[in-house]
């Protein structure tokens, strides 16, 4: 069974770092693209980042783009968001989602998320 | 950028059809899949490559796709598919998703 597990969510004063976890299980992880996703209180679903399965390729969405890293260590099957420069509207859940094959593919399965609040 | 519109809610009766529709320039021309979400959960793909469903999802979710929209039909509404349902397709280089519709089964 895939499994994906984050972890690193806390509170955080503006402008400051964090950085999440997300590790997997129960699949071939090197394999695999992997997304970040984002949801504000109450709002909608937002992409943030995507990266390839040998970690040599990623895109960001425009809100984060030169703030956000996302990287991964395939040894330790484990998905990563550096998070630099953080404001208020990056307040949110932040799911980790692995796609079904290749980049474009749809994002299944989920994990559970972990809660990043941005405040002072 | 490419945007995905979608009406904010959709209520139903139970036993009855709901359909979500999901709009987007020349939609038809792209894959599109469907996400739900319960409250407090983390999304679900119900639906993927316009009207392919997951093993185990009943066969009360189907999808569409042409010109400029794609939608989600859900045949004979339960208590149970009450949630948010979220479209997305991948454009230039990133995914993108709808602006989410709440469907309130009544």
């Not at chain 1, 030169?66 to 990056?90: C, E, P």
């Not at chain 2, 009360?60 to 979220?86: H, K, M, P, Q």
Request: aromatic share 10%; proline share 5%; net charge neutral.
């Amino acid at each position: 069974e895939v499994q994906l597990l984050e972890s690193g969510g806390a509170l955080v004063q503006p402008g400051g770092s964090l950085r999440l976890s997300c590790a997997a299980s129960g699949f071939s992880f090197g394999n695999y693209p992997m997304n970040w996703v984002r949801q504000a209180p109450g709002k909608g679903l937002e992409w943030v980042a995507i990266i390839s399965g040998n970690g040599g390729t990623a895109f960001y969405a425009d809100s984060v783009k030169g703030r956000f890293t996302i990287s991964r260590d395939n040894s330790k099957d484990t998905v990563y968001l550096q998070m630099n420069s953080l404001r208020a509207g990056d307040t949110g859940i932040y799911y980790c989602a692995k796609v079904t094959t290749t980049m474009s593919t749809p994002l299944d399965p989920w994990g559970q998320g972990t809660l990043v609040t941005v405040s002072s | 950028s490419y945007v995905l519109t979608q009406p904010p809610s959709v209520s139903v009766a139970p036993g009855k059809t709901a359909t979500i529709t999901c709009g987007g320039d020349n939609i038809g021309s792209r894959s599109v899949h469907w996400y739900q979400q319960k409250p407090g959960q983390a999304p679900v793909l119900v639906i993927s490559y316009d009207n392919d469903r997951p093993s185990g999802l009943p066969g009360r979710f189907s999808g569409s796709n042409s010109g400029d929209t794609a939608s989600l039909t859900i045949s004979r509404v339960e208590a149970g598919d009450e949630a948010d349902y979220y479209c997305q397709v991948w454009y230039s280089g990133s995914v993108v998703f709808g602006t989410g519709t709440k469907v309130t089964v009544l």
